[in-house]
């Protein structure tokens, strides 16, 4: 039985310049394999489109596939408001990840402007971002002074 529940953040796009780009922030929970979160989409060329849905779904993984190829399965529906609102839902997706919810395809749908717009992407995993190579901002501060001061 497993156990864990984890948080990804994915982008999904098809890398072309000013087409809609999709964030899904997610978190996974192994044991029921459901995955709740928020998907924000933006596109910066006309017409500009900006979206944003909470979203719940869940995951299925393919047993006995080798193990560079695609084996979870993600499908997500998605409201402005949730998933127990009376707003009808404004997103889905269906994707196809690896093991490690690195890097897949995606098809998506998201409502805006009175019709359905569809989409397919590649999906990567956001690289994660730590401080602890950064100075604290005190001792940032403390060495630009003392390189003012030597300059």
Do not use: C
């Given at each position: 039985?497993?156990?864990?529940?984890?948080?990804?953040?994915?982008?999904?796009?098809?890398?072309?310049?000013?087409?809609p780009f999709?964030?899904l922030?997610?978190?996974?929970?192994?044991?029921?394999?459901?995955?709740?979160?928020?998907?924000?989409?933006?596109?910066?060329?006309?017409?500009?489109?900006?979206?944003?849905?909470?979203?719940?779904?869940?995951y299925?993984?393919?047993?006995?596939?080798?193990?560079?190829?695609?084996s979870?399965?993600?499908?997500?529906?998605?409201?402005?408001?949730?998933?127990?609102?009376?707003?009808?839902?404004?997103?889905?997706?269906?994707?196809?990840?690896?093991?490690?919810?690195?890097?897949?395809?995606?098809?998506?749908?998201?409502?805006?402007?009175?019709?359905?717009?569809?989409?397919?992407?590649?999906?990567?995993?956001?690289?994660?971002?730590?401080?602890?190579?950064?100075?604290?901002?005190?001792?940032?501060?403390?060495?630009a002074?003392?390189?003012?001061?030597?300059?």
């Amino acid at each position: 039985m497993a156990i864990g529940l984890f948080h990804t953040r994915l982008n999904v796009g098809n890398g072309l310049p000013g087409a809609p780009f999709l964030t899904l922030d997610l978190l996974v929970n192994v044991v029921s394999k459901k995955v709740t979160g928020k998907a924000r989409l933006y596109q910066a060329t006309h017409p500009v489109q900006v979206f944003h849905a909470d979203v719940w779904g869940s995951y299925s993984e393919l047993p006995f596939v080798p193990a560079a190829s695609p084996s979870v399965i993600l499908h997500l529906d998605g409201s402005p408001s949730g998933p127990f609102s009376q707003i009808a839902q404004t997103f889905h997706l269906q994707g196809l990840l690896d093991k490690a919810w690195s890097h897949g395809t995606a098809s998506y749908r998201y409502f805006a402007n009175g019709h359905w717009i569809d989409q397919h992407g590649r999906v990567r995993k956001v690289p994660e971002i730590t401080h602890q190579d950064h100075a604290r901002p005190a001792e940032r501060l403390k060495a630009a002074i003392k390189h003012l001061e030597h300059a």
